[in-house]
T-cell receptor
């Protein structure tokens, strides 16, 4: 039962433009959401997170938007840089239950071209 | 600050065998979680240990077991290996506080191949 879905397996974007990654979830009880970036042969690296009490969180070039009514979140990267080429995973958790249990989407491969 | 380390990097086992994977948590972290990542999929939660006790388990059979030691290092043991156990196994550590422990820091993983 896949409760977190990333429907775009890949995304190609030009350097300097905006990258928009999307994520949908089915469990309305999820209350904390995270984005991770993964390079080949490395573990996922934490990027940014958002609590369900917010609808937006910014950290430098990265902004995460949360639309609870639509059960949808997105990650915006502006401007995109070649070093952003990686697999991006969306994850969700239910902090009032087993707060360590992250449920991940399948990932989106981002390629930033010069 | 030392990050999360895992050993071995790669491992090849035969169906029916047993395997032990090891993880050393990031300094100061008291919680460790294990994930299985099959090819083309996101990591799947196996279980989590907090202060040497299991604190949540995903949809994995009992032949997947774990340990956390007083120094917060951890082991994942898998008995009676099956071909479908071939995957990247990720360990993640975090610091649990009274508010929870949400941001996990991952090791590079152990690539297990079962033949």
């Amino acid at each position: 039962d896949q409760q977190v879905k990333q429907n775009s397996p890949s995304l190609s974007v030009q350097e300097g433009r905006i990258s928009i990654l999307n994520c949908d979830y089915t469990n309305s009880m999820f209350d904390y959401f995270l984005w991770y970036k993964k390079y080949p042969a490395e573990g996922p690296t934490f990027l940014i997170s958002i609590s369900s009490i917010k609808d937006k969180n910014e950290d430098g070039r990265f902004t995460v938007f949360l639309n609870k009514s639509a059960k949808h979140l997105s990650l915006h990267i502006v401007p995109s840089q070649p070093g952003d080429s990686a697999v991006y995973f969306c994850a969700a958790s239910l902090t009032t239950d087993s707060w360590g249990k992250l449920q991940f989407g399948a990932g989106t491969q981002v390629v930033v071209t010069p | 600050e030392t990050g999360v380390t895992q050993s071995p990097t790669h491992l090849i086992k035969t169906r029916g065998q047993q395997v032990t994977l090891r993880c050393s948590s990031q300094s100061g972290h008291n919680t460790v979680s294990w994930y299985q990542q099959a090819l083309g999929q996101g990591p799947q939660f196996i279980f989590q240990y907090y202060r040497e006790e299991e604190n949540g388990r995903g949809n994995f059979p009992p032949r997947f077991s774990g340990l956390q030691f007083p120094n917060y290092s951890s082991e994942l043991n898998v008995n009676a290996l099956e071909l479908d156990d071939s995957a990247l196994y990720l360990c993640a550590s975090s610091l649990a506080t009274g508010l929870g422990s949400y941001e996990q820091y991952f090791g590079p993983g152990t690539r297990l191949t079962v033949t």
